[in-house]
């Protein structure tokens, strides 16, 4: 119920709806239904605030100002040149990682967070309860396990009249204990149609919209995992990942004519979601190598660490969910924390020093990010672009 009514509400709304004054009341009113969208340019930038450096997490370095790039707002007072805001879709940030990055990146006061989130009222709660400030943050209703939603999210943000800056591919589900498979309205297997499919006409349909944006840095990143990469020990633990020859993918993953599974074998939840964190970092890679030199877009993928923590677990059984948690902090020690992670994928989003374009950002612990390497099947060029074919057709583009 409350997914159906969120659809029918506005296309943004602040995060509070009691909001009376400042930024976010004034996004909305300027920013939301049939806004014309003409050049970035002329449009109203979002307000250049005073920024509260001593709020920022030490770990997200700060944008610089670039003098001569059109996204500066040359009206900041005493002459100074400060950047504009930016703005960044994160799809699933209602809980998790993705709630964590976006309150990391709205409390810097430098980005305008867009929530693009399948429970509406769930993402306004959460934002509200973690405490991220209205004027940095709104929800847009968004669920990957329709085509047709992800075509309407597209086209409200593009109403909406922000820019985009960046874009977080971020939300997944995990089905490990389902012993049938489920599916997405248009009948693909759920973990895959959700966390790929999905995401792939999303990240598509909105490419032009990076293109477009006039910052001085435009990212597109897609959240990956070690437990799709067999070149680690996490990634050797059965069931593996292995997307074949993606035949199940190419006959739908509907169960019916085909297997649900990308590889057309037997159905297995939690091969599943580890074949769509490789369809995820394969499809970087393959943005990458079409769109990268063309448009300046850093396409980027990245393992955060193991939040052992977070709702992706909450399919797995209770005892899983109860030693998980300490097998990741004191054993593998592979844990971190939903804070500690939203820092990692914020600072994949903003640090102006993080422009590298194709590669896997991973963290040892207390380290530097480091380019980490993909397992053979994660980096087989020729298997991304037969998945972005075959991805091409399942979601209407080809
Ligand atoms: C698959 O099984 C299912 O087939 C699939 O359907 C799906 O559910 C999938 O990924 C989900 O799992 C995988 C199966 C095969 O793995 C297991 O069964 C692992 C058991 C559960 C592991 C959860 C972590 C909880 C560990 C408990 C430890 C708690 C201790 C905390 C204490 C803190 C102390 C201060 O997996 C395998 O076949 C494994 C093969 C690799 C084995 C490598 C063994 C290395 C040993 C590492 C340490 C293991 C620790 C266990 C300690 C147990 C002590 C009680
Ligand atoms: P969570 O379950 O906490 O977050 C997942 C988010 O995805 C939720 O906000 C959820 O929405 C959303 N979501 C699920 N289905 C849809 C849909 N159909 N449409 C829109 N949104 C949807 O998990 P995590 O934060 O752990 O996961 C975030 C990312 O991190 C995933 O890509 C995962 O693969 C990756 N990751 C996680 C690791 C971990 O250890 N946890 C390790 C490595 C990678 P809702 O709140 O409504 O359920
Ligand atoms: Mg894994 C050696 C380190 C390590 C790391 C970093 C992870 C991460 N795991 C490691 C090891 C092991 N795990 C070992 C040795 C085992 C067997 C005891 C093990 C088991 C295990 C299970 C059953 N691990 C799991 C599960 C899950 O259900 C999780 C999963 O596969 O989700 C797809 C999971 C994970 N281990 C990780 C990470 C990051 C996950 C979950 C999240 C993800 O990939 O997104």
Not at 209 to 220: A, E, G, I
Not at 259 to 283: E, H, Q, R, W
Request: aromatic residues 8%.
């Amino acid at each position: 119920m409350a997914l159906r009514a969120a659809s029918l509400l506005p296309a943004t709304i602040s995060v509070h709806k009691e909001a009376k004054s400042n930024a976010s009341l004034k996004d909305t009113t300027l920013f939301a239904f049939g806004h014309p969208l003409s050049s970035h340019f002329s449009f109203p930038l979002p307000l250049t605030q005073e920024l509260r450096k001593k709020d920022v997490p030490a770990r997200i370095v700060r944008a610089q100002t670039a003098a001569t790039s059109p996204a500066v707002d040359q009206a900041a007072p005493q002459g100074k040149k400060t950047l504009r805001k930016g703005n960044v879709v994160i799809t699933g940030a209602s809980s998790g990682l993705g709630l964590a990055t976006a309150k990391a990146l709205a409390e810097t006061g430098e980005w305008h967070v867009i929530m693009a989130c399948r429970n509406f009222l769930k993402a306004e709660k959460a934002a509200k309860s973690i405490g991220i400030n209205k004027e940095n943050c709104s929800v847009m209703h968004l669920d990957l396990a329709s085509l047709e939603s992800v075509r309407q999210f597209a086209d409200n943000f593009r109403r909406s009249g922000r820019p985009l800056d960046a874009l977080v591919c971020n939300a997944a589900v995990y089905l490990p204990t389902a012993k049938e498979p489920t599916y997405t309205a248009q009948g693909f297997e759920l973990s895959v149609g959700t966390n790929h499919l999905g995401h792939f006409l999303l990240a598509r349909l909105l490419l032009d919209d990076l293109k477009k944006s006039d910052y001085p840095y435009k990212r597109l990143i897609i959240v990956g995992s070690i437990t799709g990469n067999t070149n680690t020990l996490a990634g050797n633990v059965p069931p593996k990942a292995n997307l074949g020859d993606l035949r199940g993918l190419a006959g739908g993953l509907n169960g019916i004519q085909s297997s649900p599974m990308i590889d057309g074998g037997d159905f297995d939840g939690a091969k599943a979601y580890k074949d769509s964190k490789v369809c995820n970092m394969l499809t970087m890679q393959e943005f990458h190598r079409r769109y990268h030199e063309e448009t300046g877009i850093t396409f980027a993928s990245l393992y955060p660490g193991c939040i052992a923590t977070t709702g992706l677990f909450r399919e797995h059984i209770p005892l899983f969910r109860l030693l998980f948690p300490p097998f990741q902090k004191y054993i593998t020690k592979g844990y971190v924390s939903e804070e500690e992670a939203g820092s990692r994928l914020a600072q994949v989003v903003s640090d102006p020093n993080l422009t590298k374009s194709g590669v896997y950002w991973s963290w040892n612990k207390g380290s530097e990010s480091f380019e980490n390497q993909l397992s053979k099947e994660a980096s087989d060029a020729e298997k991304a672009k037969k998945l972005w074919e075959v991805s091409e057709k399942l979601v209407g583009l080809a």
